[in-house]
Structures are given as C-alpha cells and as structure tokens.
C-alpha cells in the first residue's frame, strides 16, 4: 500500500507540475471502477446519479453513459432545468422541495422540462406554492414524488436518522397520495425514502470501536423495520396512483437497498469519488479518485510545513470527520490545535521535515462534490495525461452558494 501511495504522488505531480495550486483532479481509472462495481452491488436494477456528489457535468455525462445508469438526482429545481436544457439528461428527479417560483414558471412553460423533471413533496402546502405561481387548471400536469421519512424510532419520540420528511407511516403516505391525486394539476410517479442513518452512516469508524458496535447494532435492527414500513408505504401510496419507481439508498447501502422488493431504482453518487468518510464503511470502499494538491509556502519550525489554504470543511456535524486528509505524502497529519485553515494550514509528522517550498501536498476531502465549490475545474487523469473539465463553480453554478 505504501508503495502504490508513493507512486500515486509522483504520477499526479508529474502530471499536473504544469499547473498552479490549487489543484484538484479525478483519476478516472478509479471513478469508472467505482461506478463498474457500484453496478454490480445494484444486483441489476439501475442506479441514479446524485448531481450533489459529482458537480461536474462532463462527469455527470461520463457515468450516464455506463450501463445500468439511468437519471440524475438533482438537489435543486434550477439545477435541473440546467441539467435538462444542457442535455445531460431527460429525467432528473429534484430531491429536495422546492419554493423556486422562478424556475416553476420556467418548467410549467416548457413542456420538455414538464416531462423530464419530478419535484418533491411532503406536505398539501408544496401543492398550494406551486398552484400559486400557475393554477392548476389548465396548465401541464406537474411530477410529483412522496419523500418518506426512512429515520428510525425505536419508542416513543426516540428519532434516530436525519430529520426530512413528516410523512413517516404507510397511513401518512396514503393520506398524502390521496391529496395529491385529487388536485388538478399534478401527477403522481414516485416515492423516495432515503435511509441516511444506513446509507450515509460508516459502520467502521476508525479508532472508535465502541460507537461502531452501536452503529452497526441499530443498523441492524433499523434496516428489516424500514424494510417493513416502506413496502407498507408503497403499497398506500399504489391505491391511489401507478407509480413509475420508488427511489432508495445511498453509496453505502446500494446492495442492501437494491434487495428490497419495493424499491425498482437505488441512488449513488458518493461512491464515485470514494472520500474519506467512505473509509469508515465495511461493507464496501470505493477507490480513492478525487485528490487536491496545495502548496507548501513556508516551514515556521524543523517539523512543521505550512500549505496555503486548506479549509475545505465539508458540511455536516462540526467535528474532526469533515476535515479535509493529508493522504500523500503519507506521515503527516493536521495540527490539532489549528486543523485545516482559511489560508494557510500547518501540518505535522515525520514527511514534514523533508518538505520545502514549492512542494505539493495531496489531500482527500471528507466528502465527494463539495470539493467542486473550492475549484473552477477538475483535471481528469486518465493513464499518463490530463485534462481539464469545468465544475459546477467553474460554470458559474453556484446552486446552494
């Protein structure tokens, strides 16, 4: 392992020594292995790509075009009328609510955008917002997806997962079929339920092996209950519309996921990348593929290099698992007292010492597309070259900025 992380580093400074750092790249030998064998965990239903993960649409198309990829998870409603109009993809599905009346004008106008774009709903009062910006009457029917609440609770008001949705109960998913299919105006495809506290939660965190016993106790018994209540819930939301699929799961429970009888499509998106936090999973580890490089400007003692920049924090609970990795050359480590700072980041370990000024320092970003918002482009290396490709920030796409 060691030597193929030395011969990591020398193939990306050779490759990239051209050009100025900040310098962020994606080895595509890996990502098209990642999505090959996310593939293959999906045990043959399709997978669609989450847009949030990626933010490069020359990225976006790549894995699109791979078997057993089909449609984008978009994570706002702008976002998919750029991804529709720039031919990426004719089904994105938006996966959070929206309160855009712009661009619902915009889809509700074109019916290209109508038919290829799904918004997401968990409450009558969704409905009501889009009915104000065009009445119901007479205007293209809008797609609209259930988003079920997958978090656990065990008892009483013990809630164990991310707090999304309030529909939870296979009775409160029928209730809300049931108002939506009396509406002029929408038309009912899709449930999703997301089950982040399995999908987006490592079951081997390093170093922590009392919290991965817990982990992985709830996830078990977490799991068969959601299993249960998401079919009961498919079955509700059916008696009142033909559903076209019923999304699940996330990079870290695409087999599970895929297995359930009730779900016909999986999301992955993370995966593709392989960050840090992906380290932390047994079940499957994705290949690292995404990498940035900063520069050492200075050596403020013998065992110390400072690079500029460097905080690049990834969203989340504030705690040391969203901040970015040394990873090449190995042996160095952030200063506890310091971590990954605006401007200038000083880190610490035995490859310190032999770093001077000029020198580039590989890091893993916690998570997979934030690092999009830090980079204009991304060079993709493929074999012994590279070549650029704009990110989302590169294409001044700033969605959630």
């Known amino acids: 392992m060691l030597t193929d992380r030395i011969a990591l580093r020398r193939r990306l400074d050779r490759i990239t020594g051209h050009l100025e750092t900040p310098v962020a790249v994606i080895d595509l030998a890996a990502f098209d292995d990642n999505a090959d064998r996310l593939t293959a965990r999906a045990g043959g239903k399709p997978i669609r790509v989450a847009s949030k993960s990626v933010r490069c649409r020359a990225l976006l198309e790549r894995v699109l075009a791979r078997p057993g990829w089909r449609g984008v998870m978009a994570y706002t409603l702008p976002e998919a009328v750029w991804l529709v109009r720039s031919g990426v993809t004719d089904d994105v599905l938006v996966a959070y609510p929206t309160t855009d009346r712009a661009a619902l004008r915009e889809v509700l106008s074109d019916p290209v955008l109508t038919a290829a774009i799904t918004i997401m709903v968990d409450h ?16 293209p029917a809008v797609r609209v997806c259930i988003d079920l609440d997958a978090s656990w609770r065990p008892a009483g008001s013990l809630h164990i997962g991310v707090r999304r949705s309030p529909v939870h109960s296979a009775a409160q998913a029928g209730a809300l079929a049931r108002a939506i299919t009396a ?27 009392l919290r991965a016993r817990a982990i992985r106790m709830m996830q078990s018994r977490a799991f068969p209950e959601l299993r249960a209540r998401r079919a009961a819930a498919v079955r509700a939301v059916s008696a009142h519309a033909e559903l076209e699929f019923v999304n699940g799961g996330g990079t870290g429970s695409v087999a599970a996921t895929s297995a359930d009888p009730a779900v016909t499509e999986v999301t992955a998106g993370s995966g593709l990348y392989g960050p840090m936090l992906f380290d932390s999973y047994r079940s499957w580890r994705p290949t690292p593929a995404a990498f940035f490089a900063l520069s050492v400007v200075r050596r403020p003692a013998p065992r110390i290099a400072t690079v500029l920049g460097g905080g690049w924090i990834a969203s989340g609970t504030a705690e040391t698992s969203r901040l970015p990795v040394p990873w090449l050359p190995e042996g160095l480590r952030l200063k506890a007292d310091e971590g990954a700072g605006e401007v200038q980041t000083p880190l610490l370990g035995t490859a310190a010492e032999k770093l001077r000024p000029g020198d580039r320092v590989w890091f893993r970003h916690a998570k997979a597309g934030e690092l999009c918002e830090h980079v204009n482009e991304l060079q993709l290396v493929d074999g012994e070259s590279a070549a650029p490709a704009l990110t989302y920030r590169g294409e001044g796409r700033a969605f959630l900025g």
């Not at 009558?124 to 889009?130: A, H, K």
């Not at 509406?183 to 092996?209: N, Q, T, W």
């Open 124 to 139: 009558p009062s969704q409905l009501d917002l889009v009915d104000q910006v065009v009445p119901g009457d007479g205007r």
């Open 183 to 209: 509406r002029s105006g929408f038309k009912l495809v899709g449930v999703m339920c997301y089950e982040a506290h399995i999908a987006g939660l490592g079951d081997d965190p390093p170093g922590r092996a």
